[in-house]
Each structure stands twice: as C-alpha cells, then as structure tokens.
C-alpha cells in the first residue's frame, strides 16, 4: 500500500490515484488514452451511491480497476480507456459479471445491488 501524497488516501497502485487525479511520476502531460481512462473513471465514481465504501484502485493493462473486497464477498470494475467497464461480483453463493458503457451514465441495477453489499462509511447508513 501507498499514500497519495496529495489526498492521502491509501491505494495499491503507484501510478495515480483517481480520488485526486495525482500522476505519481508523471509530467503534468498525460496522454489522451491516459486522459480517457480518468475522465471514464471519474464518471464511474461520481455516479456511485452516497456513503459508498471506497475502494482499492490499481491499474493493470491499460484499464483502473476499482475493487471492494470484504473477505467474503468482492466487486471488481474494470475501466478501459473507451469507456467499456467490466464488472466481476463474487460471494460463496453467487458470481456475476458483465459490461456496460459510462456514456450512458447508468451504472447497472446489478452493480448497484452488488455495491450494497459492503459496509458504507457512513455509520448512520447500512
């Protein structure tokens, strides 16, 4: 695990966290794949429900992956640069996954149902 010096969020990647949008290593010049891949991510996060738990973000072959893992139960999302999101959801009983587009600015009934599954942050919420 990393700190993001500017947010000081803890993440597993070393490349850039998107809650702030610092490029650990980088110029102040992205590329427009680079620049693609944020943009569809910070859809992706803004649409979340209030009170979601945040979760761990690591990039991995091109794409950002948000994940939520509470032991028992995992969510992974996986963002590409044109806007595609594949989505794995895992509990001892069940597995799903599919793909959806951020430019239709829904995230899926089954993603969210999957969200609501780990603890929020809020403590006043369930």
Excluded at 70 to 90: C, M, P, Q, W
Excluded at 111 to 124: E, I, K, M, R
Aim: proline letters at 7%.
């Amino acid at each position: 695990m990393r700190i993001c010096p500017d947010c000081g969020l803890q993440k597993k990647d070393e490349l850039f966290c998107v809650t702030c949008s610092f490029l650990a290593g980088k110029s102040t010049i992205i590329t427009m794949n680079e620049h693609s891949l944020l943009m569809h991510t910070l859809a992706i996060t803004e649409r979340l429900p209030p009170g979601t738990q945040s979760p761990t973000i690591t990039t991995e072959d091109g794409c950002i992956e948000l994940e939520w893992d509470s032991g028992h139960t995992i969510l992974e999302l996986s963002i590409e640069a044109d806007g595609r999101v594949g989505y794995a959801y895992k509990t001892p009983d069940h597995s799903d996954f599919g793909w959806f587009h951020t430019k239709n600015g829904i995230i899926p009934d089954d993603v969210l149902d999957a969200l609501a599954n780990f603890p929020s942050v809020d403590p006043g919420k369930p």
